[in-house]
């Protein structure tokens, strides 16, 4: 959930993946995942599960051959690394264009964090977020815990988020978007577009916000749980649900909620801010997990 300028902020405006397959330097290893949301990665609202499920096992083999291809450069083994090397451009043409050009911009961020070079960090970010292609989430979900990246991470994470193919739906999100303070005008048009597009978990994280900013923090919440059913990693659905806790003086529930968003985005000041308030005042001592 991300609320107009002039309201107070779900977000900072401005990890680790328990897979070694990652082509990511250590530095910045994508964000685990449960199996259960691993297996969501099969199902999207922009494509047919089976072109997914192919696009999910070409992309885990280019992965798995460039973590090889790292170990066998590591251990100076020459011969093999020129042909994974080989295999790893062979598997690239495996995956749809728009992957691969994820997965070079991914080589690229992962050269600027091995040369220290900012620029190229920024760049690929910027462009990973571009691309609204969710096979660059993980990555990007990581680069939230580098406090230089984060503020352009979350930008393109948010781009991602909101990113969708048809034109449709893009403006009737940018039209409930424009008209968000107002629940009464915002809401249809977000029905609209979950009626059409149901597994797309953005429209109903807007509608959470438009329900939040006029108080109905129960229907917000209600939100809020859809929105992470269908994508467990939406810190601002986390943080949104811990105001909605918040406005109902539920303060153990907001604290928990604002805990599991800053475990995801440390840099989200705001929210750190109530956490530290409501831990002051003895709130926070029992976990909810």
């Known amino acids: 959930m991300r609320l107009p300028t002039n309201q107070i902020c779900r977000e900072a405006p401005s990890t680790s993946y328990s897979c070694s397959r990652c082509p990511i330097v250590p530095r910045l290893t994508p964000r685990s995942q449960s199996k259960g949301h691993r297996k969501q990665r099969a199902t999207s609202c922009c494509s047919s599960g089976h072109e997914d499920f192919q696009t999910q096992e070409a992309w885990n083999r280019l992965e798995l051959i460039t973590r090889k291809l790292a170990v066998a450069v590591s ?35 992962q050269k600027g964090l091995e040369t220290g070079d900012v620029a190229q960090q920024y760049l690929a970010v910027r462009k990973l977020g571009g691309t609204g292609d969710k096979f660059a989430l993980p990555y990007l979900l990581a680069c939230l815990k580098h406090g230089r990246l984060s503020s352009v991470a979350f930008d393109a994470i948010y781009a991602i988020f909101m990113w969708h193919p048809n034109p449709e739906i893009t403006a009737l999100m940018n039209q409930a978007c424009s008209m968000i303070s107002t629940k009464e005008a915002a809401v249809p048009i977000l029905d609209r577009v979950i009626e059409l597009e149901p597994m797309y978990y953005e429209a109903f994280n807007k509608r959470a916000t438009a329900s939040y900013l006029a108080r109905d923090f129960e229907h917000s919440i209600d939100d809020c749980h859809r929105t992470l059913k269908l994508q467990p990693d939406h810190f601002l659905a986390m943080s949104g649900m811990g105001l909605c806790y918040a406005g109902l003086e539920r303060w153990d529930e907001a604290i928990h909620w604002f805990q599991k968003s800053v475990t995801i985005h440390p840099h989200m000041d705001q929210i750190q801010t109530y956490i530290t308030k409501l831990k002051s005042k003895g709130f926070g001592g029992t976990s909810l997990l």
Do not use: R
């Open 75 to 109: 251990e100076e083994d020459y011969p093999l690394a020129a042909q994974l090397s080989s295999e790893k451009q062979s598997s690239s043409q495996d995956l749809p264009p728009v992957s691969q050009y994820t997965f070079h911009q991914l080589q690229e961020l």
